[in-house]
Every structure is written in structure tokens, then in C-alpha cells.
């Protein structure tokens, strides 16, 4: 093989990240800038530490892989890479990626509408990282890499078009044809580097995780077959001559595997068959299929796979498919239509939302590979099995929420029963009613946990039937702790959700959180909590919780020291700290005015990889010891950032006009000048303090306004936190906002005539209540806003199909009662019933395809703007969701909010758009975003 070299993209990662530019006059922040601004894609480290591979995808254009390597400080780049893997031995490590054709390639075909099938193909890159060793193979379709036992396997699926040959015709003559292309299997040893295992028309594949087993199917003219390749043997295991192959499995250790097959050729009505083998002997044995009990058989959407130590096989059944007759009624002679019945307990738009779910509906059933037999677990009352880790255990978690459906209408869904479930026979026990929160099972299913909102506790039950058959009582965990274990500083017409749980201890206790500290817990009851953390959160007003530095760990293992993430509520710092074996006040490890992200530990090797940002510093990759010790910045995604003017923030305090103390976030332009009033623009959605050391990377706008390209535009951007009063929610708002929007008139901050507002969503719905209010700003721009509440509850999301009910009377709306209970509290806090009020200009964008808040709503406020003679413009973009997909609507958007603002708080001319309307003759033709 030829010797791999890379381009290097950066010599030395501790001196070229972070060198000052040459000092030159920063530019401004605008759409020329959007497009090369570039962000960290699926990092990962190698399991000694010394690589780190990541994704760096720009907004438009070509992304690339990263390659690091810690040991010669040095960046390699794989362009046009994406979805990149380690795998291999520890000290010599290949990477394998997908490499996409480039934009300018995928852009041209879009432009030509080029079919799916027609269009560039990607490419496999593997290379090795130790210097030696490349491959690359076109025309990909999937791969898959071992990333166990240091295997350096690989199984890749691409496809072939063979070359034109001659055949023979009837009158003898030559013509050229040619053959139909396919997919070819390879599976092969990247660090042997020997022969590889080659297979034509393989429809499916599945590689174990130390690359011992590969399972796959194939598909030709007339033959159906499922193979075995174990150890490099390749063996059949089903063939026939009709029929379909459905799910693979394979276990990690690949010394098992499993596959559905049957005979029917039908596109619906199929009825599988599960079979199970061994790498041991290689024999088949059917497990499971038509003939179950209930009348059960196995389904094709059912996810079959192995647990982690191999001693069960899940996998999904269902009643038959139904068969439906071939229809033979041509269109205009059907009638269609939709039946909403109140005995229905789903909603006719959750169940057209879910359709197909419901049709591929499977319920979940364990095969027991030790003892040979198997249980059907779940069913339409149980539609949902939790299972534990442990192979040996008995009893799982089963979650039925049927019962409340038909309340979710107006009630927050989400409430469910919870039941022990015997893995063994099937059979289950009730050890919840009514649970509306969040609920675990331990490792080894011998407890089950659950938090009880409406007690503000958490609680415990043992899975095992008592020693005379009685009913296991529960038991509170939390009874004993002086502290709430509940999310402070709800304000919300529900019960507030727990703080959480960090997880299952080796001795079967439970970690569990209050608004600081770290709390162990007895599911038995015979232990009183213990505060793992000795009260130092609550002390110093710091929120510790667990990290978990190994994925695939299955419990805390108290007997070693604890690695915590810290964020000081009052300052908002961050940072790590290192708690004692057993407990014990926590170490600060690293702290300071950044936000901090856990990425991955080294398998092998005491190795950290982490990211941290700010409002300036964007959340590049960082890599150090378990200390935070000998800290080395490894990605730097976006050098051209020191080339721009961007700003700093700060956090501001004030009092709401009932005398109450409030926070907010104020971000300034990078020259900021405390003599000068500046065009303020005011952005709020709940509250916004907790991220002030959040980095918000310039691009255009979702929805809402990008504070970096506000201040770099020298626009003041103020964000208030808004602590609502039930009943309340627009006054709410207007107590917190209006207050702080004269607290930055009265410090000479912003010019009173110059203060605009915007919001998105239930932003949105508070900008057009505030406007109703006063006339203090000089403009605004709400995002899908509610208008009308009387209509609005009665509305329906359609992305869920969930009715709204429930969020005016438990959620965010924050009524806290029905229509017919609380009318007046419906029509205060609907600005469509004061529209007469309102002479604020306004920039409303409201899309059609809107799943959360229906876009007749924006329509009404419009309509009644409208006709009161208020500049309104509104902004539908065809097809798309509550926030912008669409790279292109994006930008435009983001360009006519800018210019709607620079008009009215900047004085720039009103582009045409807003002068002369787009009406429908324009519509595709002329944009008028010029002046």
C-alpha cells in the first residue's frame, strides 16, 4: 500500500492557536461571513489518548475530518471527509470516513434536479494513522468498523456496475447490453492487511464489535440467503428461493447471532421467522414466528438485537399484519375522510401524526439464549419495556401510559403507571399509579425508582414479590433529606420536575440530586441518605453533577474518586471538580467565566477531551489529563473570528416595577462607548443569565436575532429574564421588560427612541401583548406569535398532533385553568382583543407549515392590525416549520428582520419590500430587498 501523508493544516497546536493577527481594521459581521463559519463535528479520542479525530462543516461548502495527534502536536486533514471512526490497535490506529463530493458538485446537480440515482457517489477513505497504509473504494454505500478488542475489521457495502458485454441475439447479430449493477460486501483486516473476504448481492450486514462475526444477506434473482462469515469460515445458514430476509444481529462478542427471514413475497401481510445460532456450531434454530401465543407473531419492525453480555436476544412481535384487499375502485369513486370519535383516547391528529408508527407498532419480547426459551413481554397495555443491564436479572421495568391518554388532551401528557415486569414468565405487577415524572430500573433489576411530583420525593420499590405474596411497599429515598429535590424557581401551573438522578451505584444504591449536592440513597430504606458532596454545593451555591466518564458503564463505582461538572449559580462560572472515594468535599480541578463540555475519555490512557466557550471564544476542542492539568487546546475552527468587531456581554441587575429584584444580559458592541446612546434591541424567551458564557457563532437566524451580528452592527442586544405569576404571563412580561428597558434609558445606554423588540414562539406571543401595552418601542418583530388564547388552546400542534389544551393550563402558557374556568384570564392575555391599542410598527413572520403554533394565528393578529391602520408586514415562508430549515430562507429572513430594524432604529431607507409589498406577480421574480 502507498505510505499515507496528509496536508498539514496547523504545525504546532500550541503555538498557532490563538496568535494575535496583525493589528488591522476589524470588519463588520454580515451574510459575507455566514457561510465559511465553521463548527466541531462528532469528536472522538483514540483509546491511548494520543489521537483525536473531528468533523469541521462550514454553513456552505466543503467540510473535512481533522486527524490530531497529540504526541508531534501536529493537524491532519481527510477534505471532504465526514462521519469518521477509529478503530484498530491502541498504538496504531486507522481511521476510516465517508468522502462526499464537493458542494459546488452537489449544488450543480440540485440545479439540474439530477435523480438520486444519478447523482456523484461517495467514497471510502481508510488510512492508517501509525504512516502506513491507505485505501479508498468508490461508488459507497455503508461501512462498518470493529471497535473492540483493538480489531482492526472492517466491513464495507459499494456498488458495482459491471462493464458492457456481448450477447447473442436471435438473427445472430452482436449487440452490447449491459448487466445489472449491484452491491458487493468486503470484509477486510486493515492492520493484517491480508486478503479480503469478498460477497456479491449483499442486501444486508452486521459486524460484531471485535470483528469475529460478520452476518449477511443476499439477494439474487431467485435465491434468498443469509450467511455466516466467523473467524474469516464463511458458512450458509438459510436459503431459499422466494421470500424476504429481514433483521440482523450479531452479539459483541460475535459468538452469536440471530436473523428474520420468511417466505412471503407480499409487500404487507408478511409473517417472519426468528432464528438463532451459535459461531459454535453454526446451526440455525428457529426461535419464533407464526403460531405464538395470543396469536402473536414476530414483526419486521420489532429491533432485534443482543444484550451486552449476550445472554438474551430482543426482538419485537406483534398480530399479523393486516391484508388489505387489492384495491380495484378507481380515485373519484372513493370517499376519503377522517372519523374523530370521543371514544378514541388518542386525538385523530396524534394518530394520523403517528400513523406510521402505529402501523409498524411491535411490542417487545427477550429470548433467553442461556435456557432456550422465550417470553412476550409487552402488549397494547404495555407498550413500553425498560430493561436492565444485568444479564441475570429477573424483572424489568415496564411503562403503560394508555390509561391517561384520553386526559392528555388538557392535562400534561406524559403520566404513566409503573409495573415489574417477570422476564421469566411475563407475568407483571402494578408498582406505580399515576407517575408523572421521570423512572429508572437498576442494573439488577431487583429495584425500580421513580420520581413522585406531586410529594416532591423520590421513591422506591423492590421488584420481588414478598415472602407471603404481598404487594412490596414503596419507600421514599428522600423523606429524610432536609432539602427539595424538585427544580427551584418553577413557575409553571404544574408540578416541577425533579433535579435528577446521576445514576445506580455497584451496591445497588442510587445517586440522586437536590438543586447543589450529590445524595446517596437506599432503595431498601435501611440506609439514611448521605450527602456525597458533605453540603459544599449548597455552601458555596454550586451545582455539582456526575460525569460519566465511560459510556458503557453500567453503575457508579463509589470505591473510586468521582469526576463532577460545577456551575456557581450565583456567578455563572463553571468548571470541574474531583470528589474523594466515598465522598467527601470536592476538589476544584479548573474553573472559570466559560461554559464546559464533557466530550470522552481515553479507553486507555488518562486522557480527557473537553470543550470550552464563551460569548467571544467558540467551543473548540480542548485535551488534557484527568487533572485538567497541562490544558492543550486541539481544534481551532474558526481563526478568521479575530478579523471582526464582535462585542463583549455582561449581566445587569435591576428592579421590576413590583419592586423585585432582576436580572438580564446585556451585550455591547466591541467599542462600546458609555457616553453615547446606542439602538437597543430587545430579545427574551424565559430567562437567559444561566447562559451568559454560551457562544453564539454568527449565522443567520433560525428565528431569532444572532447577538454577535447585532453588536458588531452596533446594536446594543438586552435579554431580560422573566419569572412569571400564574394567571399572569403577559403582565409578567411587561412587568420585567418594560422595567428593564427604562433601567437602560435612565443609565444612558440606549436612545428612548431607538429600542425595538423581537421574539420568537412564545417570545413572539409576549411581543405582540407588550405592544398592546405601550408605545415605548419604536418597533417590533415577533416570531409566530399567539394571538388569540381563547382560540389557540383549542389549536392543535401539528408536528405531534398533540392538542394545545394543556399547555395554557399546566405549561408554558401559564393560565393554570380551562377556558370555562378561567375566561377572563383567556381574554386579558389575548393582544388580539386590544389589536385597537397597537400603533407599533411590526414585522411578523408566521410560516404555513408551522407544527407547534398554528399559523392562523398570526393571520388574526395581522387581520386586525391591518385593519387599524398599523404598518404590519408578515412574513410567510412556503413549507416551512416554527424555525427556519432552509438554508436560503434563512438568509433572507435574517435580511429583511436586519433591514426592518435598520429602518426604524438606525434611520436607513425602507428597502422596496417594505415600501411596495411583494405582491403575488413578483413572487419568485422580484425579492425588492434593495432600496
Keep these: 500500500m502507498r505510505k499515507f501523508r496528509l496536508a498539514t493544516v496547523m504545525t504546532c497546536a500550541g503555538m498557532m492557536l490563538g496568535m494575535p493577527l496583525a493589528q488591522a481594521q476589524k470588519k463588520t459581521l454580515g451574510q459575507d461571513a455566514f457561510h465559511g463559519w465553521r463548527q466541531v463535528a462528532a469528536p472522538q479520542i483514540s483509546d491511548n489518548g494520543r489521537w483525536v479525530v473531528y468533523g469541521l462543516n462550514p454553513a456552505c461548502g466543503d467540510g473535512q475530518s481533522v486527524v490530531y495527534d497529540a504526541e508531534n502536536s501536529r493537524s491532519d486533514t481527510l477534505h471532504r471527509a465526514s462521519g469518521a471512526r477509529l478503530f484498530g490497535p491502541a498504538a496504531t490506529p486507522w481511521v476510516a470516513a465517508k468522502v462526499i463530493p464537493t458542494y459546488a458538485q452537489q449544488r450543480q446537480e440540485k440545479i439540474k434536479k439530477t435523480k438520486a440515482d444519478k447523482k456523484r457517489p461517495d467514497t471510502l477513505l481508510v488510512v492508517s494513522l501509525a504512516g502506513d497504509g491507505r485505501l479508498a473504494v468508490p461508488r459507497l454505500k455503508s461501512f462498518q468498523t470493529a471497535d473492540r478488542e483493538g480489531s482492526g475489521m472492517i466491513a464495507y457495502l459499494y456498488e458495482v456496475l459491471p462493464a458492457k458485454a456481448a450477447r447473442d441475439t436471435a438473427d445472430s447479430v452482436k449487440k452490447a447490453t449491459k448487466t445489472p449493477k449491484f452491491n458487493r460486501l468486503v470484509l477486510w483486516d486493515a492492520v493484517s492487511g491480508g486478503d479480503s473476504i469478498v460477497m456479491d448481492s449483499v442486501e444486508s450486514y452486521a459486524l460484531s464489535r471485535n470483528g469475529r462475526m460478520l452476518l449477511y444477506s443476499l439477494k439474487g434473482d431467485s435465491l434468498r440467503s443469509v450467511w455466516a462469515c466467523v473467524d474469516g469460515r464463511q458458512t450458509e445458514l438459510y436459503r431459499a428461493k422466494i421470500g424476504k430476509t429481514g433483521s440482523l444481529a450479531v452479539d459483541e462478542q460475535g459468538t452469536q447471532g440471530a436473523y428474520l427471514v420468511t417466505p412471503d413475497t407480499t409487500e404487507t401481510g408478511a409473517q417472519y421467522q426468528l432464528y438463532h445460532f451459535t459461531a459454535a456450531d453454526l446451526q440455525p434454530q428457529r426461535i419464533a414466528g407464526q403460531g405464538a401465543p395470543n396469536g402473536f407473531t414476530v414483526s419486521e419492525y420489532g429491533s432485534l438485537k443482543f444484550s451486552r453480555e449476550g445472554g438474551r436476544l430482543f426482538f419485537g412481535m406483534n398480530r399479523p399484519p393486516r391484508v388489505v384487499p387489492k384495491d380495484t375502485l378507481p380515485d373519484d369513486e372513493k370517499s376519503t375522510y377522517d372519523l374523530w370519535s370521543y371514544t378514541d383516547t388518542l386525538l385523530m391528529t396524534q394518530q394520523l401524526a403517528m400513523a406510521k408508527q402505529i402501523r409498524q407498532q411491535s411490542f417487545r419480547a427477550v429470548y433467553d439464549t442461556r435456557s432456550g426459551e422465550w417470553v412476550l413481554l409487552g402488549d397494547k397495555y404495555l407498550a413500553r419495556v425498560v430493561m436492565p443491564e444485568d444479564d441475570a436479572a429477573q424483572y424489568a421495568l415496564g411503562i403503560d401510559e394508555q390509561p391517561y391518554e384520553w386526559a392528555s388532551t388538557w392535562e400534561s401528557p406524559g403520566t404513566k403507571d409503573l409495573y415489574a415486569v417477570d422476564l421469566t414468565t411475563g407475568t407483571r405487577r402494578k408498582v406505580a399509579v399515576a407517575a408523572k415524572a421521570e423512572s429508572a430500573i437498576s442494573p439488577d433489576g431487583k429495584y425500580i425508582v421513580w420520581y413522585d411530583a406531586p410529594r416532591a420525593e423520590w421513591k422506591a420499590v423492590a421488584t420481588a414479590i414478598g415472602k407471603r405474596g404481598d404487594t412490596t411497599a414503596a419507600v421514599s429515598l428522600t423523606a429524610e433529606i432536609p432539602y427539595r429535590m424538585d427544580v427551584q424557581n418553577f413557575d409553571m401551573p404544574d408540578y416541577p420536575s425533579a433535579e435528577g438522578m446521576a445514576g445506580w451505584t455497584t451496591d445497588g444504591r442510587v445517586v440522586i440530586y437536590d438543586n447543589f449536592d450529590l445524595w446517596l440513597t437506599d432503595p431498601s430504606g435501611r440506609r439514611a441518605p448521605e450527602c456525597l458532596t458533605r453540603g459544599i454545593g449548597r455552601r458555596d451555591s454550586i451545582a455539582f453533577r456526575y460525569v460519566q466518564l465511560d459510556p458503557e458503564e453500567r453503575a457508579i463505582d463509589l470505591s473510586q474518586p468521582m469526576l463532577l461538572s460545577a456551575f456557581d449559580r450565583g456567578t455563572k462560572a463553571a468548571g470541574y471538580y474531583r470528589m474523594p472515594a466515598?465522598?467527601?468535599?470536592?476538589?476544584?480541578?479548573?474553573?472559570?467565566?466559560?461554559?464546559?463540555?464533557?466530550?470522552?475519555?481515553?479507553?486507555?490512557?488518562?486522557?480527557?477531551?473537553?470543550?470550552?466557550?464563551?460569548?467571544?471564544?467558540?467551543?473548540?476542542?480542548?485535551?488534557?489529563?484527568?487533572?485538567?492539568?497541562?490544558?492543550?487546546?486541539?481544534?481551532?475552527?474558526n481563526p478568521q473570528a479575530a478579523q471582526y468587531r464582535w462585542g463583549t456581554v455582561r449581566r445587569v441587575a435591576w428592579e421590576d416595577m413590583n419592586g423585585r429584584p432582576t436580572e438580564g444580559l446585556l451585550y455591547l458592541p466591541e467599542d462600546y462607548d458609555s457616553t453615547r446612546r446606542y439602538p437597543v434591541i430587545v430579545y427574551f424567551y424565559e430567562t437567559h443569565t444561566d447562559d451568559i458564557h454560551k457562544h453564539l457563532h454568527p449565522q443567520p437566524s433560525w428565528s431569532i436575532v444572532v447577538p454577535v451580528v447585532c453588536t458588531s452592527q452596533d446594536y446594543v442586544v438586552f435579554m431580560p429574564d422573566i419569572h412569571y405569576r400564574i394567571g399572569y404571563p403577559g403582565q409578567s412580561c411587561y412587568d420585567a421588560v418594560v422595567s428593564g428597558a427604562k433601567m437602560l434609558i435612565d443609565r444612558g445606554i440606549a436612545d428612548p427612541r431607538r429600542i425595538g423588540l423581537q421574539g420568537q414562539s412564545w417570545g413572539g406571543y409576549q411581543i405582540a401583548y407588550l405592544v398592546t401595552r405601550t408605545d415605548m418601542f419604536r418597533c417590533a418583530s415577533p416570531g409566530a406569535p399567539v394571538s388569540n388564547m381563547t382560540s389557540a388552546t383549542g389549536g392543535i400542534r401539528w408536528g405531534s398532533g398533540l392538542p394545545r389544551m394543556f399547555q395554557y393550563e399546566h405549561g408554558q402558557s401559564r393560565i393554570g385553568g380551562s377556558l370555562w374556568e378561567k375566561p377572563i384570564e383567556y381574554i386579558e392575555n389575548s393582544p388580539l382583543f386590544f389589536a385597537n391599542k397597537v400603533h407599533t410598527p411590526m414585522l411578523m413572520r408566521h410560516d404555513d407549515a408551522d407544527e407547534a403554533v398554528p399559523w392562523y394565528q398570526g393571520i388574526e393578529y395581522f387581520l386586525a392590525l391591518r385593519r387599524h391602520g398599523v404598518p404590519v408586514w408578515m412574513l410567510n415562508y412556503n413549507g416551512q416549520p416554527h424555525n427556519l430549515r432552509r438554508y436560503a430562507d434563512r438568509l433572507d429572513w435574517d435580511r429583511r428582520m436586519m433591514q426592518f430594524f435598520d429602518h426604524y432604529l438606525k434611520d436607513a431607507p425602507a428597502p422596496r419590500w417594505m415600501r411596495e409589498g411583494i405582491p403575488v406577480t413578483d413572487k419568485g421574480i422580484d425579492p425588492k430587498l434593495d432600496y
Excluded at 470550552?612 to 497541562?630: G, I, K, M, P, V
Design 582 to 637: 466515598e465522598g467527601g468535599e470536592p476538589e476544584r480541578l479548573i474553573a472559570g467565566d466559560y461554559k464546559y463540555t464533557f466530550v470522552a475519555k481515553a479507553r486507555e490512557a488518562d486522557e480527557l477531551l473537553w470543550q470550552r466557550e464563551n460569548f467571544r471564544e467558540y467551543r473548540d476542542l480542548w485535551r488534557s489529563d484527568c487533572s485538567f492539568a497541562d490544558a492543550r487546546q486541539v481544534s481551532d475552527a
